[in-house]
């Protein structure tokens, strides 16, 4: 079955740096790969999201990039902000449903 | 309607206990899940309902039981529970094509005592 990993589970930075969250997966028949934003006391949030056939994504602050032949996919966030602090999970879905969410990163910006 | 709803936001209950946990959408997504998850954990998918048929069930113990009564309701029947299974429970909906973009609710925080 499919597996992702995420990497770091801790990132801290300053206000204004950038943050990079790193995942990579298992199962070449995955073909889309959400980031969630998860605050204290609430359920998952989407915040950017790509298709297997797309290899960058960019939302104002936020951009996802996808490389297919390394079955690897990165959240980058630029000038962070305190409120950007959260746990973000990347996911994989394979078609049918089935989310594999990874373990999660800790997000702290420091003001 | 972009909301995903859940109720009770908390619940206690002990191991001889049957509780219900309720979700609604109305967003005319016709695919609903429920998702466990424990602290500082992912969340894990238990239960899939596509066009209220239920379409995953990822091999979870029958102390849990789920319905689909409608395409805008989805409950989570709980009968003798046990205390690792305090968690947080998440419902959520999409679509229902392919899968795609989840609405996630806000989730039960259940403690099994």
């Known amino acids: 079955g499919e597996n992702v990993e995420q990497h770091p589970s801790t990132l801290s930075v300053q206000e204004g740096d950038s943050a990079v969250i790193k995942c990579t997966y298992s199962?070449?028949?995955?073909?889309?790969f959400p980031w969630y934003k998860q605050e204290l006391g609430k359920g998952p949030q989407l915040i950017i999201d790509i298709r297997s056939n797309v290899g960058e994504k960019k939302d104002q602050r936020i951009a996802v990039t996808l490389n297919k032949t390394a079955k690897h996919f990165s959240l980058h966030i630029t000038e962070t902000q305190p409120e950007d602090s959260a746990v973000y999970f990347c996911?994989?879905?394979?078609?049918?449903?089935?989310?594999?969410f990874g373990a999660g990163t800790r997000l702290f910006v420091k003001a | 309607d972009t909301e995903v709803t859940q109720t009770p936001k908390h619940l206690v209950m002990g191991m001889t206990n049957k509780k219900s946990l309720k979700c609604e959408q109305h967003?005319?997504?016709?695919?609903m899940y429920w998702y466990k998850q424990k602290a500082k954990k992912p969340p894990e998918l238990m239960f899939v309902?596509?066009?209220?048929?239920?379409?995953i069930n990822e091999s979870v113990p029958s102390r849990f039981s789920p319905e689909c009564p409608n395409s805008s309701l989805l409950n989570l029947h709980l009968h003798a529970l046990q205390p690792e299974d305090s968690a947080l429970y998440l419902c959520?909906?999409?679509?229902?094509?392919?899968?795609?973009?989840?609405?996630f609710g806000p989730g039960t925080r259940l403690t099994v005592l």
């Open positions: 996911a994989a879905e394979t078609g049918g449903f089935k989310t594999i």
């Open positions: 967003m005319g997504h016709r695919a």
């Open positions: 309902y596509s066009y209220e048929k239920l379409s």
């Open positions: 959520a909906s999409s679509l229902g094509h392919l899968g795609g973009e989840q609405f």
């Open positions: 199962d070449s028949a995955s073909n889309y």
